[in-house]
């Protein structure tokens, strides 16, 4: 919220990841880099070359980035320490990754978050294990925009054939990883070598330098034609001087939204409109674009969390899924194992997630196949994952940023990927490999044991028709004669087992599958269960008849005319879906199929609820053969 800026202010930034393996020269050319673009705090040069003239130690560039004292006593990076420059097109952040095989993962959660990658190869020692297994990690978490920059060139006298050389080799591989890079360069760090500008010693070479090249990939900014995402950071409320902004917060990873959009929430589904855009000490924006944190506010007030994903309504939908296929690489102490529950982290949503199935194990250096039923530390692997509950993201296909997780084992991160297919939720039972189970106590048991037969009244009629009145009551006579029994009212559900469901056509069928599920393990464990929904489509009431048995299902149709409902209308939700502020309100703008063939009819514009509540329990009474 207070990091925009006033379009006018801007200036365009990237993330920039750099990798490749241990002593191959990363620190010395970021440093060469800041040094070049006079991105050093003042006197910083001077300052640490005086420091090596002390310590009789040879001045190198990359000491300018060693600031972490481990880093300095092992002489090696084990963070994925960020340093910033600047170039008269945009603000650069550079993520060092450590190229040490033991903080791969420290590369991972660094590289996650960038736009694109430097890979440097030392031409002196060549292609490293490592630099493959990084092209490969660069692959598996989607970063597409790559410069290899072949480095030491002074050490190999700047031969154009060695050049060449590795140019080739390493081009075969990422090849076979589809990875098409942006360029390769021959760079000295330690010279100055086409860091920052183009050196003769290299006359065969009439590319780019590295710093060209940074300016040459393409910005987030530049992703403002894609749909809009953002990963819900959190909710701000405010209270003291009758400030009541609700502010939701968080980081546009593409596309853009303007005051007046129309948002709609995933998993949930919840709709509202961005009423304003909120910044700190400056004037509202009327627009936000990819790459900005940013806060805004909504004109109705809904119920959204942290890890939702905002979406503009008109535009495409990610996908909402549990199971998805992925391509991982694991980092774990303990290998990946398959139905053991970890923690899936994509953008600020987390989830409980379990392997199902392992589709190949690749490994990263030769890219064979291996046959493997665990997935060991440092594989590179092709799995399928599903997640306790729905989660919204896109294919790397699509939408890199929204594709890229990491998982998490015992508190550490243990792995980073990205989603490259969304899988049907509905699993044949057989795949599933679960089976019914059956049990010593039955239906019949429990109903001796409570002196009673377990049945559900299934109450249906239009919004404001009498159901829940008249349910309660009902209930309330068949306490007072000692029979057991539990109420599932609609909007009582809609606050826990069914609060991630919207109010869609689709939506509404799940909230009633889930209902008759429930009503029939109630049934089962023998009680009398009293369902108030409104239940518009018979499909769905025959469906739940048919679940619970014919003997076992009272459907009770609570009949009122749409002009009666209106004015009993205690929520007021008539009059708003008549000005369109509600859409799919039954009755108003989506229809209410009648009961055919209903058990107990009850005309609430006619009879009293006394009435109504003695006819209904009548045939209760009679079901239970009292």
């Known amino acids: 919220m207070t990091s925009y800026k006033n379009k006018s202010n801007i200036r365009e930034d990237m993330n920039i990841v750099i990798v490749g393996h241990v002593d191959h020269g990363k620190s010395t050319i970021i440093g060469r880099l800041l040094s070049d673009t006079n991105s050093l705090p003042k006197g910083k040069l001077s300052q640490v070359q005086e420091m090596c003239r002390r310590n009789a130690r040879p001045f190198e560039y990359a000491f300018l980035l060693d600031a972490l004292k481990d880093e300095q006593s092992q002489g090696i990076t084990i963070d994925a320490a960020r340093v910033f420059f600047k170039t008269n097109k945009r603000d650069y952040m550079i993520i060092d990754a450590p190229g040490h095989i033991e903080f791969l993962k420290n590369m991972v959660s660094g590289a996650a978050r960038a736009e694109a990658a430097l890979l440097v190869i030392d031409a002196n020692e060549g292609i490293k294990e490592n630099s493959r297994r990084h092209g490969y990690l660069l692959s598996m978490l989607g970063i597409k925009q790559i410069c290899v920059l072949v480095n030491k ?38 010279m100055g070598d086409n860091i920052a500008s183009s050196i003769t010693n290299m006359n065969w070479y009439d590319g780019n330098t590295v710093l060209d090249m940074l300016d040459h990939f393409k910005s987030l900014k530049q992703k403002e034609s894609l749909p809009f995402r953002l990963f819900v950071q959190d909710i701000y409320k405010f209270t003291q001087n009758n400030d009541h902004r609700r502010i939701v917060a968080g980081t546009i990873d593409s596309g853009k939204i303007s005051v007046g959009d129309k948002l709609i929430f995933y998993p949930s589904g919840k709709k509202s409109t961005v009423k304003s855009i909120e910044v700190f000490n400056a004037i509202k924006p009327k627009s936000v674009s990819a790459g900005n944190a940013v806060g805004f506010t909504l004109d109705e007030q809904i119920y959204i969390k942290r890890g939702d994903v905002a979406c503009i309504v008109a535009q495409k939908k990610p996908k909402i899924s549990t199971r998805f296929s992925a391509n ?167 606050h826990g087992l069914s609060s991630d469901l919207a109010f869609s056509i689709k939506d509404r069928e799940e909230n009633l599958r889930r209902i008759t599920e429930v009503s029939a393990l109630f049934k089962d464990a023998g009680l009398i269960t009293l369902v108030s929904f409104i239940s518009p489509f018979e499909k769905a009431r025959q469906s739940a008849k048919e679940k619970i048995g014919d003997k076992n299902f009272i459907e009770v149709y609570v009949k009122a005319d749409i002009e009666t409902c209106s004015m009993r209308d205690p929520k007021g939700l008539y009059e708003k879906a008549k000005k369109g502020l509600i859409k799919d309100f039954t009755g108003i703008s989506s229809p209410y199929e009648e009961p055919k063939n209903p058990d107990v009819l009850i005309d609430t514009t006619v009879l009293s609820v006394e009435q109504c509540t003695q006819k209904i329990l009548d045939i209760i009474l009679y079901k239970q053969n009292i």
């Open 153 to 190: 060139m002074d050490l190999v006298y700047y031969s154009e054939d060695r050049f060449n050389e590795i140019k080739n080799e390493y081009s075969t591989f990422l090849n076979e990883i589809n990875i098409k890079p942006n360029a390769f360069i021959p760079v000295s760090g330690i």
């Open 328 to 494: 991982i690489f694991w980092l774990g102490k303990e290998p990946l194992i398959i139905n053991k529950k970890y923690i899936l982290k994509i953008g600020t949503s987390k989830v409980i997630v379990r392997l199902k199935e392992i589709v190949r194990v690749i490994d990263a250096s030769s890219l064979s196949n291996q046959n493997k039923k665990q997935i060991d530390r440092h594989d590179v692997s092709e799995i399928i994952l599903e997640t306790e509950k729905a989660i919204a993201f896109d294919l790397a296909s699509e939408i890199d940023k929204t594709s890229r997780f990491v998982l998490v084992d015992e508190y550490e991160i243990a792995g980073g990927g990205i989603i490259t297919s969304s899988l049907s939720d509905e699993v044949p039972l057989p795949k599933r490999n679960i089976l019914w189970q059956d049990v010593k106590v039955t239906y019949d048991h429990r109903c001796k044991n409570l002196k009673q037969r377990g049945v559900v009244i299934w109450f249906t009629g239009l919004s404001a028709s009498g159901k829940s009145t008249i349910a309660i009551e009902v209930e309330k006579k068949l306490y007072e004669r000692g029979f057991s029994t539990y109420l599932l009212d609609g909007d009582n559900v809609r």
